[in-house]
């Protein structure tokens, strides 16, 4: 995987001062995309040991409430499959800090299922248990374990909203993760009692 820049004390991708990283690599090609040169997987430089050291250092500044990561594609197969092994080290040297993924994938079409075959056995199963299918590659359900905010959709220029707090267009969704694995559907992130600043992403 290539990355194409690690923005330090980014107040707009996310509450909080963060630390950002924008990889290469995307294949939704949105018009009117915020970040176009970052398509191209070759673009910027390869994400290396040394990349992953510097970010992890980077992040010991207490200023930081965690790291976005955005582009590009982050979900893009290739570059899901390089970042995993940095972001189980995040996880582990920073427990306390959060991870937000912007993406243009869709959680529940794209990255994963909950498979309703037999609407009885959900009606009935212990919410923690719902069958949970990777419709991605086998990396991502680990992967989205590791993310607390799943920003998703593509980049609709059509449904453009300048007022929305961390998305471009109305028909992205701001996805509490780790509420919405538990529960086997879309549980929205509820910014209340978060003191940020409104900034768009796109
Ligand atoms: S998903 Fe993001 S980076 Fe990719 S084309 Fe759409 S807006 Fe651009």
């Known amino acids: 995987m290539n990355y194409a820049e690690i923005k330090e004390y980014d107040i707009a991708n996310g509450p909080g001062v963060r630390l950002s990283l924008f990889v290469s690599g995307c294949t939704h090609r949105c018009e009117g995309c915020f970040n176009e040169i970052t398509w191209d997987f070759n673009y910027g430089a390869p994400f290396t040991k040394d990349t992953e050291d ?58 994963l299922e909950w498979i309703p075959a037999d609407p009885d056995a959900i009606a009935h199963a212990d919410e923690q248990r719902l069958p949970l299918h990777t419709v991605a590659i086998p990396e991502t359900l680990e992967l989205l374990r590791l993310i607390d905010v799943l920003v998703d959709g593509e980049y609709m220029a059509s449904k453009k909203d300048i007022t929305l707090l961390y998305k471009g267009s109305s028909n992205q969704r701001t996805i509490d993760v780790q509420k919405s694995l538990a529960a086997g559907r879309i549980v929205q992130w509820d910014p209340s009692g978060v003191s940020m600043s409104k900034t768009a992403h796109l």
């Open 54 to 111: 510097e970010i992890l250092s980077l992040l010991k500044d207490v200023s930081y409430r965690g790291l976005t990561l955005l582009g590009g594609e982050p979900m893009e197969p290739g570059n899901q499959r390089a970042l995993l092994p940095f972001l189980r080290r995040y996880k582990k040297v920073f427990p306390d800090k959060d991870l937000w993924c912007f993406t243009g994938y869709l959680m529940d079409r794209d990255l």
